[in-house]
């Protein structure tokens, strides 16, 4: 009976881990785009790259705890980078990274200027 248990509830446990590490790459894209936007106000054009808007590296990485880490960390879960930047638009991408990549529900995420929400696979719902 255990191991019918564990049979069940082990997949459901793994998937609730890949969607509580979906929500750091979702809040890291959110903190992106709300640095772009002020860049925006002070300076009347988007930053083109990630270390104009004060981040360490670009692209850079977020770990398991949120943190930003270098983009080829041991312990990354999403890499961070700015995609077709201009000075009036862009879209900031979260794309998967190690064990994480097993988020095939959603795959990459990614957010425009405009506040459009996209993903690599399958549909935003659910995803964002």
Same mark, same amino acid.
């Given at each position: 009976?255990?191991?019918?248990?564990?049979?069940?509830?082990?997949?459901?446990?793994?998937?609730?881990?890949?969607?509580?590490?979906?929500?750091? /790459?979702?809040?890291?894209?959110?903190?992106?785009?709300?640095?772009?936007?002020?860049?925006?106000?002070?300076?009347? *054009?988007? +930053?083109?790259?990630?270390?104009?808007?004060?981040?360490? +590296?670009?692209?850079?990485?977020?770990?398991?705890? /949120?943190?930003?880490?270098?983009? !080829?960390?041991?312990?990354?879960?999403? *890499?961070?980078?700015?995609?077709?930047? !201009? !000075?009036?638009?862009?879209?900031?991408?979260?794309?998967?990274?190690?064990?994480?990549?097993?988020?095939?529900?959603?795959?990459?995420?990614?957010?425009?200027?405009?506040? +459009?929400?996209?993903?690599?696979? /399958?549909?935003?719902?659910?995803?964002?």
């Amino acid at each position: 009976i255990l191991g019918i248990l564990v049979l069940v509830a082990l997949p459901a446990y793994q998937q609730q881990i890949l969607k509580t590490k979906r929500s750091l /790459g979702k809040g890291e894209l959110l903190e992106v785009l709300a640095r772009q936007e002020q860049f925006y106000v002070n300076n009347k *054009q988007y +930053a083109l790259t990630l270390d104009v808007l004060g981040y360490a +590296a670009n692209p850079y990485a977020i770990d398991a705890d /949120g943190n930003d880490v270098a983009a !080829t960390a041991s312990n990354r879960i999403y *890499q961070i980078k700015l995609v077709a930047a !201009t !000075t009036s638009s862009f879209n900031v991408q979260a794309i998967p990274q190690l064990n994480q990549v097993k988020d095939t529900r959603c795959g990459s995420l990614q957010i425009s200027s405009v506040g +459009a929400k996209t993903v690599s696979s /399958g549909a935003a719902t659910g995803c964002w």
